[in-house]
């Protein structure tokens, strides 16, 4: 006499939480332990991937940590003079307009040597979207003050900290853009936490959605950490960027001049029907 078995219980299929983007390379980085780019990268392959734009991509990096992005991004890239990411994007969507364009720049390169370029680039609605990535630091070189640099906040070349009447105030960039009207789209996000970072994703998608509906100019700024820089664990960067920069630089829209600009939908990620 054989045991009989009751009826077999269905199992749902495995379903895919994660992988990584096919425009990310499989390079380990060599960013400092808590800093923010990589994040960023990442969020940056996934939305292009999402939206089929990797082969149609050319992407200009600025000086400073963000210009290696061309080793960790899967995509067409040009590298720009210090500060000349807009001029040298706007060349490349003049002459190729069927190019999607994108630029990614840190603070130093976009709020100090850059400014005229990303104010002239913004005033002009060129069909650019504008990845700029806030540490307040000049991370690269060995943590300087930065246009963004909190006021109090110490860096190798404020060691007792920023002084509104020494050292000026940190520069609102992406408000100061948001004013001009060529600016058809600018947000904030930030890397604190994974909700914010989702937040970030979907102000990318937009961004980038902006371009390609021939809407105007876009920037999304991504508040993020520099634990060398700020002379912090990669936690207490955490805690500085959530209590401290997020208070000066708030994450959120700062201007949507586009309502009318189309949202089409991410696609499933494989494997994750049913």
């Not at 009751?6 to 400092?32: F, K, N, Q």
């Not at 994108?102 to 130093?108: A, I, P």
Request: aromatic share 6%.
């Amino acid at each position: 006499m054989t045991a009989t078995t009751g009826p077999r219980v269905a199992t749902a299929a495995p379903r895919l939480i994660y992988r990584r983007p096919e425009l990310l390379a499989e390079d380990s980085t060599h960013y400092c332990p808590g800093c923010g780019h990589g994040v960023v990268h990442r969020l940056v392959a996934e939305v292009l991937g999402e939206l089929g734009l990797g082969p149609r991509t050319i992407a200009v990096a600025g000086v400073g940590c963000a210009v290696f992005a061309y080793d960790y991004l899967r995509l067409d890239f040009c590298e720009a003079p210090h500060g000349r990411a807009p001029a040298v994007a706007t060349g490349i969507r003049r002459v190729r307009p069927d190019a999607f364009v994108l630029t990614y720049q840190g603070d130093g390169d976009m709020a100090a040597i850059g400014t005229a370029e990303i104010v002239h680039a913004a005033a002009r609605g060129e069909l650019i979207t504008a990845i700029f990535v806030n540490n307040g630091v000049y991370g690269m070189t060995g943590g300087q003050m930065a246009p963004t640099t909190l006021l109090g906040q110490k860096t190798t070349s404020t060691p007792g900290g920023r002084e509104a009447a020494l050292h000026g105030y940190p520069l609102p960039i992406t408000e100061m853009l948001a004013l001009l009207p060529g600016v058809a789209y600018a947000a904030r996000g930030s890397v604190v936490d994974p909700g914010a970072i989702g937040k970030t994703k979907a102000y990318l998608r937009k961004a980038c959605e902006v371009q390609l509906a021939g809407a105007g100019f876009a920037i999304v700024e991504v508040i993020s950490t520099c634990p060398v820089g700020w002379g912090m664990t990669p936690r207490e960067s955490i805690d500085w960027l959530r209590d401290a920069v997020a208070e000066v630089y708030p994450p959120g829209v700062v201007v949507d001049r586009t309502k009318t600009v189309p949202v089409a939908p991410a696609p499933a990620a494989a494997g994750s029907e049913g």
